[in-house]
């Protein structure tokens, strides 16, 4: 049977539309979470440290968060042209990010030899697997990082997006194109990394005289995402319906290990 190989490249301006059309009040939650994010790390930079140790883990801590803040505002712009392979290079990052952090904020000592690490062996010594290991939640962090790695080298599993139709033949994507399941997936991942990264910060800096994030919003903030994930979930569930041609080659985060991940957040 002769197989044949259709190269499709979308209006990038219908699928920014169909994606507006799929995450509606989503992306204003999402860009709220963003907003809270700003403000923690303008809070950060003005915050009194007693000690030199204190003052070198809050300048840490800031520019961590302005990595993280960037990844995500990253990964929405991307979702929202249908790359979302390029979008998980994001998420990856965030978890790094967010496992760093944690590490420096538990081990403040640390925080000269992370600063100063340029050479690859100083570089592996904050590798995510070995940080994982001195961190709460290490583990899911690690099998989270794991997956998203998967799609960050060349592999024949990061190759975008070949829809199959028929076994006859194939669709091969060039650019950004719609996929509605693999799209909800990946912003809920990315919400919910920006949350817990907020919760973390109300915790590290409830009580500091010169900022303070407010918990009492993030955990609404959280309890609005979750709802919202729900609805996406099934949104998208249905859209996929549409569609005759199979997603190959793109991978994403299981349903259930998002919905643990939410129900952990939300305990916090």
Sequence with gaps: MKQTIEVIREDPEDVVGQFHGLVSEGEGVFEHILEL??????GISHCQANTVEHRKLNRATMLLTARFYSAAQAGLLLLGSGLVLQAQFMSRDMVETLVVLRYLQAHPKEVDN???ATTRKQRMEFRVSRLCKAIPNGR?????????????????????????????????YLGGFYQPFPVAN???????????????????????DSWTLDTNEVKLMAQASLQYWVKLRDSASKEDLKFEDTVSLLKHLPIAQIEAWWERINRQ
């Design 186 to 208: 990946e912003l809920s991942s990315q919400m919910a990394l920006s949350i817990e990264l907020l919760h973390l910060l109300a915790r590290w800096y409830g009580k500091n």
């Design 140 to 172: 899911t962090y690690k099998q989270q990082f794991d997956m998203l790695s998967v799609y960050l080298h060349t592999t024949s599993l990061a190759t975008g997006g070949i829809l199959r139709p028929a076994p006859a033949n194939e669709r091969l």
């Design 114 to 116: 992370w600063t100063k």
């Design 37 to 42: 994010l700003h403000c923690a790390v303008e």
